[in-house]
């Protein structure tokens, strides 16, 4: 009673519980006007989901394409050439070690002195091979992995690259190689192209956020009047655009399980006649919890930048 | 205490206000009167910092208001109830949550927000539209509304400009009388306000200001 007959307000843990209940009214509110105006609140999720969707099923489908492709050629496999100054005992030690890898199936050893004979015998070239004094020639080591996609045997080998006994990796199958570099490119590109589709909607969510404010300019006026913080009044429309992101990521997943649905029973099927036991993957619990994560966030920064610029411009005069 | 010193207010080449000064004691209740245009509004606006005065210093509660930023401005204001002509009521809620809204911009938590609007709306007689829309009541209920909205967080000062430019004069003199009240239990009040008639029944300080400058009641 004291601090209210002094006129000095609430106390600061009644402060907190309101604070935390205009939160949660703001966020109800919010959610509550959207759900008022289905028809165009669903045309802006979708401009948001249809932004995500569409790289979302890119990746999709380039995860299947490696994941199916994975030991399709059983030959792929990796040289790897030791450090000049390893000696031969090492080397064995080594391969032993190698060979008890999960995600290696053979390791074998070719010494140095066995590397030559072959080269000597291959190139004919025993004569000039017989004048040299040292052997140039590193212990190699030929490991076949077991079965894995390309990207997967991309990590491996900069894993044998990192290895202090090891100078050089070779991928001795080229297109695994160039597969590798073209999911890669594909990968990256459809980041790229992401990016520019979320930050287009992210421009056109801050847009609709700034009609709303234009709409509620009288209200702002007013709250502003009587002693709202710019915190109290961009609330509201922060969470609007959270809202928004959010149907825009649930939206996506939605689309994303939707393609994915139709292009299941074809794909299945071709890999049943190519005897495989494997099936189209889909985005996953994981993947769409994602999406919706990322369209949360790009929701937030839509309502984050039309508040910066907007909001300020309503002051009462 | 509210105290202005030479203050002035230039808008381009017109001004708005010359060379006031002039103090309002805490728990006084003073009108300020002048033709239209003579500066009674921008008086008003520079005490809540809408506007900054061109020269001079404003003090409230020997607190220079040119240290107050930008940030720290809401704050200030929660110090002030406001009363405008329009009444200035939100139409997309009910008359209680118009009420209440400085409670919960203040931070006040929901079961001290229901007690004191609906004391609010009690001392303005209108407890029992509290669930109406403000758009279905009539002038001066509506400007009664306004008044409990002012008044609902206890501020130390209210102020109010021409809060009866809209009504007839019985309804005048009784929105005045609810003024009056508030001014009783310690509030201090400052109406703007060019119903002459009105306020010189009142017995209540009367600033007169005339193209700007302040010509009569500028106190101590
Ligand atoms: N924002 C503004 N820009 C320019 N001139 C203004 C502005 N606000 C007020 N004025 C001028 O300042 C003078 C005083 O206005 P005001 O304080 O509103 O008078 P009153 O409220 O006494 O009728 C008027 O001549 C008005 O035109
Ligand atoms: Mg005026």
Redesign the interface.
């Known amino acids: 009673m004291s601090a ?1 007959a002094k ?1 000095l ?2 106390g600061p843990r ?2 907190f ?3 935390l ?2 939160h949660r009214q703001s966020a109800y509110e919010s959610l509550n006007k959207q759900l008022l105006t289905p028809i165009s609140t669903l045309l802006t999720w979708l401009v948001l989901g249809i932004s995500l969707a569409l790289p979302a099923t890119v990746l999709v489908a380039l995860d299947n394409i490696d994941r199916l492709t994975a030991g399709v050629d059983r030959s792929t496999q990796f040289s790897l050439f030791l450090q000049a100054d390893t000696e031969e005992a090492a080397a064995e030690d080594f391969v032993a070690d190698l060979a008890q890898r999960s995600d290696v199936a053979t390791a074998t050893l070719i010494p140095a002195d066995r590397a030559l004979q072959e080269f000597a015998a291959d190139t004919g070239l025993s004569a000039v091979v017989a004048t040299l004094d040292d052997n140039p020639l590193p212990h190699t080591v030929v490991v076949r992995p077991i079965a894995m996609g390309a990207a997967a045997l991309a990590d491996l080998a900069a894993v044998f690259d990192r290895m202090p006994e090891v100078s050089q990796v070779v991928l001795d199958t080229r297109w695994i190689k160039r597969l590798i570099s073209a999911l890669e490119f594909g990968r990256r590109l459809t980041y790229a192209i992401g990016a520019m589709m979320l930050v287009g909607a992210l421009l056109a969510l801050a847009n609709t956020i700034r009609l709303e404010i234009e709409a509620r300019r ?2 702002i006026v ?9 915190g ?1 009044a961009r609330r509201p429309f922060l969470y609007t655009g959270l809202w928004y992101g959010i149907g825009g990521g649930v939206i996506a997943s939605g689309l994303v399980f939707g393609l994915l649905w139709l292009l299941a029973p074809p794909v299945n099927e071709l890999l049943r006649l190519y005897d495989s036991d494997k099936v189209l993957m889909g985005l996953g619990a994981i993947g769409a919890l994602q999406l919706v994560l990322i369209g949360g966030a790009v929701g937030l920064m839509s309502a984050w930048q039309a508040t910066a610029v907007h909001l300020r411009r309503v002051e ?2 | 205490m509210i105290e202005f010193k030479r203050v002035s207010k230039r808008y381009e080449s017109h001004d708005a206000l010359r060379d006031i000064s002039l103090t309002i004691d805490t728990g006084e209740m003073a009108f300020i009167t002048g033709h239209s245009g003579a500066g009674k509004s921008t008086l008003l606006r520079l005490l ?1 910092l ?1 506007d900054r005065p061109s020269s001079g210093e404003l003090s409230v509660n020997q607190r220079p208001t040119s240290a107050i930023k930008r ?1 720290g401005i ?5 110090n ?1 109830g ?1 009363v405008f002509q329009d009444h ?1 009521l ?1 139409f ?1 809620r009910s008359v209680f949550d118009n009420v209440a ?2 409670l ?7 079961r ?2 229901n007690r004191r609007a609906r004391a609010a709306l009690d001392k303005v007689g209108l407890l029992d539209r509290e669930g109406a829309n403000p758009a279905s009541l009539s002038g001066g209920e509506q400007q009664r509304v306004g008044i409990a ?1 002012a008044v609902v ?4 000062i209210l102020i109010a400009d021409e809060p009866t430019g809209n009504l007839d004069p019985d309804l005048s003199a009784e929105i005045m009388e609810l003024f009056r009240a508030f001014n009783r239990v310690g509030v201090t009040v400052l109406i703007a306000s060019h119903d002459l008639a009105l306020i010189s029944r009142m017995r209540h300080r009367i600033i007169t200001l005339h193209e700007g400058r302040l010509i009569e009641g500028e106190g101590r």
């Not at chain 1, 007013?222 to 710019?230: E, H, P, R, T, Y």
């Not at chain 2, 919960?104 to 929901?110: D, E, K, L, P």
């Open positions: 209210q006129g307000g609430a009644s402060r519980n309101s604070w209940h205009h009288a209200e007013v709250i502003k009047l009587i002693g709202a913080s710019d109290f009462p005069r | 809540l809408l940030r809401a704050a200030y204001r929660r002030f406001i200035q939100l997309d809204l400085p919960v911009i203040a931070g006040f938590g929901r001290d927000v909205r967080a206890r501020p130390r």
